[in-house]
C-alpha cells in the first residue's frame, strides 16, 4: 500500500519552486526555461506564465504586443499619417469602346459639388453598359480646377479660347455639335442647373433631335425617374441619350484616380452670333433677397455709428444683415435678421461686424464659405469661425474700408472710362 | 459697360420705352398650372408672368392689343380663364388631344402669325416640365431664346435689350435682334390680379388642329414625387481613431488668421484684399 502511493506521490523541491517564484534569483532564468511546455495546474488545467508573455520595451517597461504583430505599421505610422498623402488607386481606359460625355458648369472655373455628382453618375452609367467606356468632361472657359483627376474625368476637353468667355451659348453648341459628330457619346450628361447647364442642354436636345430626360435623380442605363410637373411628380422612363441631372443624383467619385488625358478637337467654326453678351448689370444689392445674396455686411450690437454702417454697404455693394440684438433695438428691420428665428444665409462672404456670434446666429451663417469677423473682442464664437478676424474699433476699421472701396470705385470708374474711349 | 444702361436695377418697374411699339407683335404662351401644395389647377405662376411683361411690352391702354396670349389644348379648361381675367379680350386656343405633341402646330401658328416676341415660362407646371418648348420652337423656327428673362428693358429698331436673370440674384445684359423667343423667369415682375368678371366674359378664340401623338410618353409611367432619400455624410475611416476623430472634430474650427495688434488701416486693407480676392467687389 505504502509502496504503491509512494509512486503517486508528487515530489516537490521546495528550493526549486521558490527560485521559480523569484524572478530576482540569479538561477531564475534556468529553473523557468527548464519547463518550457505547456504547465498544467493540480486540477489539469492550462497555466500561463504572466512573466513570460511580452517584451521589455526600449524604455524599459514592460510591452505586452495584443494584436498578435498586426499592428506592425501602426505604431511607426502615428506621427507620420497626417502628412502622409494617400496616392487613391489610379483608374486608366486605353483605348476606350465608347464615352460618357459630361459637360461640367465650371462656375467661377472650378467643378462644383454638382458637377461631381454628375461625373459620378457617368461612372455608373459606364458600369453598367458593356465594354470600357470613358468620360469625357467638355469644359469651357478659362479653368481653375486643379483635380480633374480626382473628381473622376478619363479625358479632358478644355475649351479656353477668348469666344468662349462670357455667355455665348450659341458657341458652346458649336462646340458641342462638333463633340457629337466626333466622339458619337453613348450619353450626354448635363447638371440641371441654373448656372447654364440646363440652357445648353435643353440647346444641344434640340439641335440634334433627343428628347431629354430633365430633373433625372435615379438614372441606370435601362430607366431614370425624373420629377415631372414641377417636380410634384415622378415619371419612370427608359434612360434617354441626353440627361439633365439634378443636384445628388449620385455619389461624387473619390475612391480612385483617373487620368484627366488633354484631348483635342477640329477647330470650331465661329458662329455669328444672335444673343449678344452686354455683361453683368450693377443691381442695387438691397433689392436681393437675403438668403441668396452673395456678399453680406452684417452688424451687430458692436455698432454704434449706423449711418457709417450703411454708407459703408453701399460703397461695398453688399447686401445688409443684422443680428437679432441689432433688429431687437430698432436699428435694423426684422427682414433683415440673420440667423435660426431671421434667414438662414448661403453668401460666399460674410462680413460680420460686431457679431460675436451667439449659437442661433452660427447655425443661420452655417453654409457660408468665407466669413470676415470685425470685433472687440478677441475670444468670441464668431472670431474662432471666421477666416480673417480683425481686433478692433468697428468704427475706425469700417471708415478705413469705405476709404479703400471708394478708391477703388473711383479708380474702376476711371478705368471703365479709358476702356470706353 | 456703355452709360446708356441703367446703373442701378431694382425692383421698381422701369421706364420703358418702345419706338415700334404700335408694330410689335407679342405672343405669349400660357400652359394650365398645378398649385405647388393643393395641386389645383390654376394659372402658371412663370407663364404669368409671361402675360405681364407682355402687356407691359404692348402697352396696357390698348387693353393687350397686339399681345396674343396662346395655349396648345384643351380650350374648356377654366384657369385658362384666370389669364384672361389680367385685361385680355380674347385668348386664343389651338385645340388639340391632349396626348398629341403641341410642337408642330405652335410653330405653324407663330410663324403664320409673324410674331416679333415669344414668350413662355421656364417650364411649365404640370406633364413632363422639361422646359423644352421654346428651345424646340426656336430650332424649328430658327429664332434666338434668351432662357430666364427677368425684364425686356427696350426694343428699339428691331432690337431688344433684354435682362436675364442670373443666380443670387445678379442681372445680365444682352441684345438680341427681333423676332426671339423668351423664357420667363420667376424673377420677372410679379404678375397683376385675375378679375373674374373680365375673365368670364373673355373670347376664347378656338382653333382646331390634329396634330401626332407623343408616342415616346405612352409608355411613361408617372406617379406621384417619392421623397428623395437624403445624402448621408459617410465617414469611410479605416480605424477606430480615424472615425473617432470624424465623430468628434469641429466642422469649422481651424480658425483663420487673427490680427490683434496691427493699425486700423492695415486691417481694413487685409479686408479689402479679401473680398478682392473673393471677387464680390465689382
Redo the contacts between chains.
Keep these: 500500500m505504502s509502496a504503491h502511493n509512494s509512486h503517486d506521490v508528487l515530489r516537490r523541491d521546495p528550493r526549486a519552486e521558490w527560485i521559480a517564484r523569484n524572478r530576482l534569483h540569479p538561477l531564475h532564468g534556468s529553473v523557468v526555461s527548464a519547463d518550457m511546455g505547456e504547465v498544467r495546474g493540480p486540477t489539469g488545467l492550462l497555466r500561463k506564465n504572466p512573466h513570460k508573455v511580452g517584451f521589455i520595451g526600449p524604455n524599459g517597461i514592460k510591452r505586452i504586443d495584443r494584436l498578435k504583430g498586426n499592428a506592425a505599421g501602426?505604431g511607426k505610422g502615428r506621427r507620420s499619417s497626417a502628412a502622409q498623402d494617400i496616392q487613391l488607386p489610379l483608374h486608366q481606359v486605353e483605348n476606350p469602346d465608347f464615352y460618357v460625355v459630361v459637360v461640367p458648369d465650371m462656375v467661377?472655373g472650378r467643378l462644383t459639388a454638382h458637377d461631381k455628382d454628375v461625373i459620378g453618375q457617368a461612372h455608373k452609367l459606364i458600369a453598367g453598359a458593356e465594354g470600357n467606356g470613358a468620360v469625357l468632361a467638355v469644359c469651357f472657359g478659362q479653368s481653375k480646377e486643379e483635380h480633374f483627376d480626382t473628381a473622376g474625368v478619363d479625358r479632358l476637353l478644355l475649351l479656353e479660347d477668348e469666344y468662349y468667355e462670357g455667355?455665348c451659348p450659341?458657341q458652346r453648341l458649336a462646340a458641342l455639335v462638333q463633340v457629337e459628330s466626333a466622339y458619337k457619346p453613348l450619353f450626354w450628361l448635363f447638371p440641371d442647373s441654373?448656372?447654364g447647364g440646363?440652357?445648353l442642354g435643353?440647346?444641344l436636345?434640340?439641335?440634334i433631335g433627343e428628347?431629354?430626360a430633365?430633373?433625372a435623380?435615379l438614372v441606370d442605363s435601362d430607366t431614370s425617374?425624373c420629377?415631372?410637373?414641377?417636380?410634384?411628380?415622378?415619371?419612370?422612363?427608359?434612360t434617354p441619350r441626353l440627361l439633365m441631372l439634378a443636384e445628388?443624383c449620385a455619389?461624387p467619385i473619390?475612391e480612385t484616380r483617373h487620368e484627366a488625358l488633354p484631348v483635342e478637337l477640329d477647330l470650331v467654326p465661329a458662329v455669328i452670333a444672335?444673343?449678344?453678351?452686354?455683361?453683368?448689370?450693377?443691381?442695387?444689392p438691397n433689392?436681393?433677397?437675403l438668403a441668396?445674396?452673395?456678399?453680406i455686411l452684417s452688424a451687430g450690437n458692436g455698432i454704434h455709428n449706423w449711418d457709417q454702417f450703411h454708407s459703408a454697404a453701399a460703397v461695398?455693394?453688399?447686401t445688409e444683415g443684422a443680428s437679432r440684438v441689432a433688429v431687437d433695438d430698432g436699428f435694423m428691420p426684422r427682414f433683415r435678421q440673420v440667423g435660426a428665428t431671421g434667414t438662414w444665409v448661403t453668401a460666399?462672404?460674410y462680413?460680420a461686424v460686431g457679431i460675436s456670434g451667439a449659437i442661433q446666429h452660427m447655425q443661420g451663417i452655417g453654409q457660408c464659405d468665407?466669413v470676415?469677423a470685425?470685433n472687440t473682442d478677441?475670444g468670441c464664437d464668431m472670431?474662432?469661425?471666421?477666416?480673417?478676424?480683425?481686433?478692433?474699433?468697428s468704427e475706425?476699421?469700417?471708415?478705413?474700408?469705405i476709404?479703400?472701396?471708394e478708391d477703388?470705385r473711383a479708380q474702376q470708374s476711371a478705368g471703365?472710362d479709358r476702356d470706353?474711349a | 459697360?456703355?452709360?446708356n444702361?441703367?446703373?442701378?436695377?431694382?425692383?421698381q418697374p422701369n421706364q420703358f420705352n418702345v419706338d415700334v411699339a404700335n408694330k410689335l407683335k407679342v405672343v405669349s404662351l400660357v400652359s394650365v398650372g398645378?398649385h405647388?401644395q393643393s395641386?389645383r389647377m390654376r394659372r402658371a405662376d412663370q407663364d404669368s408672368r409671361a402675360v405681364e411683361l407682355g402687356l407691359k411690352l404692348t402697352g396696357d391702354n390698348h387693353s393687350g392689343e397686339s399681345l396674343t396670349v396662346l395655349h396648345a389644348g384643351d380650350p374648356s379648361e377654366p384657369s385658362l380663364r384666370s389669364y384672361a381675367g389680367m385685361g385680355l379680350k380674347s385668348v386664343r386656343v389651338l385645340q388639340l388631344d391632349p396626348a398629341a405633341d403641341a410642337i408642330l402646330p405652335l410653330g405653324q401658328h407663330l410663324q403664320q402669325c409673324g410674331a416679333d416676341i415669344v414668350l413662355t415660362g421656364v417650364?411649365?407646371?404640370?406633364?413632363?416640365?422639361?422646359?423644352?418648348v421654346p428651345?424646340?420652337l426656336?430650332?424649328k423656327l430658327g429664332w434666338?431664346?434668351?432662357?430666364?428673362v427677368a425684364d425686356i428693358v427696350s426694343v428699339k429698331g428691331g432690337v431688344a435689350?433684354v435682362?436675364?436673370a442670373?443666380?443670387?440674384?445678379?442681372?445680365?445684359?444682352?441684345?438680341?435682334?427681333l423676332p426671339?423667343i423668351a423664357s420667363v423667369d420667376s424673377a420677372a415682375p410679379e404678375a397683376r390680379q385675375s378679375a373674374f368678371g373680365p375673365a368670364s366674359r373673355a373670347l376664347m378664340d378656338i382653333e382646331v388642329v390634329s396634330a401626332s401623338v407623343d408616342d415616346?410618353r405612352q409608355?411613361?409611367?408617372?406617379?406621384?414625387?417619392?421623397k428623395?432619400p437624403k445624402?448621408l455624410k459617410v465617414v469611410?475611416a479605416k480605424?477606430a481613431a480615424e472615425r473617432f476623430k470624424a465623430a468628434t472634430a469641429k466642422s469649422?474650427?481651424d480658425?483663420?488668421?487673427?490680427?490683434?495688434n496691427e493699425s486700423?488701416?492695415e486691417?481694413?486693407?487685409?479686408?479689402?484684399d479679401?473680398?478682392?480676392e473673393?471677387?464680390?467687389?465689382?
Design positions: 501602426a467661377g455667355y450659341e441654373v448656372n440646363s440652357d435643353s440647346r436636345a434640340a439641335r428628347r431629354p430633365v430633373q435623380w425617374v420629377r415631372g410637373a414641377g417636380g410634384t411628380t415622378d415619371i419612370t422612363r427608359s445628388e455619389d473619390d444672335q444673343l449678344q453678351d452686354r455683361g453683368q448689370v450693377a443691381v442695387d433689392a436681393i433677397s441668396e445674396a452673395e456678399f461695398l455693394g453688399a460666399r462672404v462680413l468665407k470676415i470685425i478677441a472670431v474662432k469661425r471666421a477666416a480673417l478676424s480683425v481686433i478692433g474699433d475706425a476699421i469700417l471708415g478705413e474700408l476709404k479703400l472701396a477703388f471703365g470706353a | 459697360m456703355p452709360s444702361l441703367p446703373e442701378v436695377i431694382g425692383m398645378k405647388p395641386g417650364r411649365a407646371e404640370s406633364g413632363e416640365s422639361s422646359g423644352m428651345y424646340q426656336a430650332e434666338p431664346i434668351v432662357p430666364r435689350e435682362l436675364q442670373l443666380p443670387r440674384g445678379q442681372r445680365r445684359s444682352v441684345m438680341v435682334r426671339f415616346v409608355a411613361w409611367e408617372e406617379a406621384a414625387a417619392r428623395r445624402r469611410k480605424t469649422q474650427g480658425g483663420g488668421k487673427v490680427m490683434k486700423a488701416a486691417q481694413a486693407q487685409a479686408i479689402f479679401l473680398l478682392k473673393e471677387g464680390v467687389l465689382r
